[in-house]
């Protein structure tokens, strides 16, 4: 398989974009990255994305967005794996420039949520759940993710407010982030006094229903030199599954999925945790950080509250998370949100990433994760 | 890229499975599909499907299948483009494998319609339209193809009846195969007397709304004969697409993005459609058999009524088509339709289609299309 890099990145601003279509939010990331790489080849389109038949009454997506950004007849399908999909589009990418049957993959992460804001988006959200043994029972996504973070701190004897460095520290990057939904700093306060969604989680556990689009353009390493801005390779490209259901599960605690994506993807870029300069976490709740932080070998068992608390997870940490905002911060447009990590990390390792830069940044990890833990696209990329 | 082969195909029976889960018809198509093979080998799941999350409320369905085949953690996602979906999973797969990534791919297509028959499926199928410029018209996707098949029988100067040898020859073949879901022949009457759907399309003009599904294992060609039956070589797989909203195009009656996936899919096998022995086509309406035709070179612009009257599309014929019933008699069951119409050419490249078989039949093409001919995956087949 060829080694392939990421040659160019775009990117449309986190919110509630309720005056633009899916297919104007893809648009406007599309041209930034094709702008970025500088280059106008794109021979295969992959679109993550979760939601648009459910709450845009658009499947075909892949065909629309070659379409609107006149890339027809270029070869084109939609990928999804819930919220990992943007991480699963890149994977897709990986392969189709890796077997050589293209020289240069587009791959873009979409979604349009917030028209849908009251009505509806957190049924469509329980796609992701097992619809026959959790979502026919009516619980949601926060409810699953509020089982679990209460079985945490009855394990670990933990507080509430002990998952607040989490929230406080993707607040404090996203303000440094353009691009970012809530550009707001919070303090533990802010975070223990938020309103609640299903308990123990409250809004300030929880990342943001937003929209937008995110793209990234990959090419074979070997013609990466060619590309306007530095490009930066991709060592590892791994994904893996565990049980749709949280009740299957032998421990709910250990993410099993997501501990056996990171361990390929350790692999294949031949580093072990302590090298990964900073982590791009799928922090959709604080306890979805704690529990990957644990499956992916940052920390060990119960003890990824404590990481946090040091200090040690902030841009000058050892292990920086959610550079930009995370989840959390930039804000989770579901199926984009892959992408948008994505592009986080080549803006980091180009020493591009502005104010939220992290000092000598040169191997990045990405992980995108959907459902509760049951699929897990972990991406290593270097400078 | 390396060479891959098909080693193993399962299927499910076409029909209204109400009381059958997704989960339960995946289950028996891949364990069908493993036993062909057999092999126990799964690397990674590429699952076909379009609508799980409009008409079953569930994403991440891979996973989904992944863990009901106890086939945790393997790598899995899902594949939309549309109708085309099934046929897009195994492009998928050939680019897995061929990338080297992985030496077994498990190809599922997979579609539950049955439950909504009347609550749904025609505005779920809608969502392979455009939403903003077709959909919100309320169009259906009879409609759509109604115009198309009005503008050709006005261009053409032909009778709806001139039709009807393309539903006739469906029945014909659907009832020599034990998993079609019609397998009563019909005659010319039967089919200038059905009720109408949408003027001038009536309803055996159209595939059925149906449940099922199919999986292939796909494997190197290199590694391939150690299978338990012989392997049929993919020697050609492309995608293309075309304008999502037909009001969008030059001419409608030219299926450019059908043509331009057959015209990649010949160069890539070195055949031209001469040498091409019998075709899977995607006859969603007899209006889509008659422009794919012409689309991929079998007739010349008007004709390909003409090659129908003539009785050359019949399994005797010059260029057989929908050889165990196609979408018309077997049933089209959306996202596993371009799977299932593969799994047929497979069986009838081994000469194992029983009553179906096309004698010699050597080299066989499979085209799964999205939309009204908005994207268009073809492969071809050689024994």
Redesign the interface.
């Known amino acids: 398989?060829r080694d392939v890099s990421i040659i160019g990145v775009g990117q449309t601003a986190v919110a509630e974009h309720w005056d633009r279509?899916i297919?104007d939010l893809s648009v406007e990331a599309i041209a930034a990255a094709r702008q970025d790489a500088g280059s106008d080849r794109v021979d295969?389109l992959f679109v993550g994305n979760?939601?648009s038949?459910?709450l845009?009454?658009?499947?075909?997506?892949?065909?629309?967005v070659?379409?609107a950004c006149a890339?027809?007849?270029?070869?084109?399908?939609?990928?999804?794996?819930?919220c990992a999909s943007g991480g699963?589009a890149l994977?897709?990418a990986c392969?189709?420039v890796?077997?050589?049957?293209h020289d240069c993959a587009l791959v873009l992460g979409v979604e349009k949520m917030t028209d849908h804001l009251t009505d509806g988006v957190t049924s469509a959200l329980?796609?992701?759940?097992?619809?026959?043994y959790e979502?026919a029972h009516g619980i949601s996504f926060a409810a699953l993710n509020a089982l679990l973070m209460r079985r945490y701190m009855h394990e670990h004897r933990a507080r509430h407010e002990d998952f607040a460095p989490f929230s406080v520290n993707a607040h404090r990057n996203a303000a440094r982030n353009p691009r970012a939904m809530y550009r707001t700093p919070i303090t533990v306060d802010d975070f223990v006094g938020s309103p609640l969604v299903a308990d123990p989680i409250n809004i300030l556990d929880s990342a943001g229903i937003c929209d937008g689009a995110a793209a990234l353009l990959v090419a074979p390493s070997s013609e990466a030199r060619r590309a306007r801005r530095p490009p930066v390779r991709v060592t590892a490209s791994?994904?893996?599954?565990?049980?749709?259901?949280l009740a299957?599960r032998r421990d709910p605690l250990v993410w099993?999925?997501v501990a056996?994506?990171a361990r390929m993807a350790y692999e294949q870029a031949k580093v072990k945790p302590k090298d990964i300069d900073f982590f791009e976490v799928h922090d959709a709740f604080t306890i979805v950080s704690v529990l990957t932080l644990e499956a992916c070998g940052f920390a060990d068992r119960g003890s990824a509250l404590k990481l946090a608390a040091e200090g040690r997870i902030a841009l000058e940490g050892d292990i920086p998370i959610g550079t930009m905002g995370g989840l959390k911060g930039r804000g989770h447009p579901v199926g984009a949100s892959g992408a948008y990590q994505l592009v986080e990390c080549v803006l980091q390792l180009r020493g591009e990433a502005g104010e939220a830069q992290v000092k000598g940044a040169s191997i990045g990890m990405a992980q995108s994760v959907?459902?509760s833990g049951?699929?897990a696209v972990t991406h290593i990329l270097q400078a």
């Open positions: 398989m279509s297919r295969v979760m939601l038949g459910e845009g009454g658009q499947e075909n997506l892949a065909t629309l070659a379409d890339l027809l007849p270029i070869e084109a399908v939609k990928i999804e794996a819930a699963a994977r897709a392969l189709a890796g077997s050589g049957a329980a796609l992701a759940a097992d619809a026959d979502a791994a994904c893996a599954t565990d049980s749709l259901g299957e099993q999925g056996d994506s959907g459902g049951s699929v």
